[in-house]
């Protein structure tokens, strides 16, 4: 970080400077000028102050020769062999961005027994997928992921690497990361790379008020993670031209302070990631029994109820149908929102759908600027009667929930 230096030798009067600060952050002690930490580099003490005496001066940067580090890796994120389907949607933008620099795409398999997996990942199109096939990888266990992390970095130096923000994901990343003393971007929302390699990390701050565009051109490689459902997955290769490479690492690196006694599988539950259809009750609702009216609307279009944090944090509906950045972000084919203001945090969750349908009594609620289709008007009538018109086009023997709803008269 800039500092402000002092040239004591140069100060005729050290006491009458230190009134020079505003923020009282010049203190004399025994004739000898410091600074504190009430400094905020405001530089009015070189400015006012006696010349030579303050100087400001700038940290020499690091540096990197990023002609060493290439290509955009990507970390299979897995469980007992099953690949998580953030990876494909990062090995979609991995392949998008390597394609930019004309630089390959690696991915990243850690785990026991994982042969048939790594073959799958190869029809995502990846030009490497470097495989630790070990015992002690059978389970997560950070330390032995990290070492097998770290040692896969050290052998193919990428030059950015893509992580799931799973509860894997986000618990590995930083510890890499941080090994190699480089920066992470967490839950990113877009990404982009220059023609020198640097990623450009784009990502909500400030609870959604901004979006902040980070850098990390002075250390390599570049860690971002993101979140399931933000990009979408690319096709799948009919004929693959990748390799797998096997690959082994010191076994005193995967010494782990963690035993693993007992795995007890848990009930999957399907959650408001993976639904089609999806119809958001929010503040606009009165009561708790109303979303009875959001529930029914769901079952005739064979979707899920999620909500706004409004709702959460009311008690009517659970923490895992929040849909946002403190919730969950969800890419459906069809999104109904009901009572739903729009705020930026909640659209930040879910702007990515194919077709979003707003109904809301205020025409200048900021939901109407994301939706693809925008109702005005009451929705204790607007729904009731949207449920019986899905349910004649049903019944008329349609099924396609966005078709139908365009049916209805929806007007962009």
Known sequence: MPQIVIHQ???ENPQSLVALCPFDAIECIDGVLSINSGCRMCRLCIKNGQSGVFEYVEDTRPSVDKSLWRGVAVFADQTGGQIHPVTWELLGKAAELAAKIKQPVYCLLAGHNVAAAASGILEYGPDEVYVYDLPELEHFRIEPYAAVFEDFINKV????????????????????AARFRTGLTADCTMLDIRPDTDLDQIRPAYGGNIMAHINTPNHRP??????YKIFSAPEKVAVPNGRIISCGIDQAKLASAIKVLEVKPKRREVGIEEAEVIVVAGRGLKKREDLDMIRELAVALDGRVASTRSLIEAGWTEPKQQIGLSGRTVKPKLIITCGVSGA????AGMNNSELIVAINEDEKA???????IGIVGDMY???????????????????????CLQACGGKA
């Not at 930026?344 to 659209?347: E, L, N, R, S």
């Not at 900021?366 to 693809?372: R, V």
């Not at 349910?391 to 396609?400: P, S």
């Open 9 to 11: 030798a140069k100060a």
């Open 157 to 176: 130096k990428p030059s950015v690497v893509l992580v799931g923000g799973t509860s894997i994901g986000r618990s590995l990343a930083p510890r890499v």
């Open 222 to 227: 570049q860690f971002a993670t993101v979140r």
């Open 344 to 347: 930026i945090q909640f659209v």
């Open 366 to 372: 900021p939901i109407f600027k994301t939706a693809h």
């Open 381 to 403: 009538q607007i729904i009731p009667a949207l449920i019986n018109k899905i349910r004649d086009y049903k019944a008329a023997g349609h099924g396609n929930p966005a078709g």
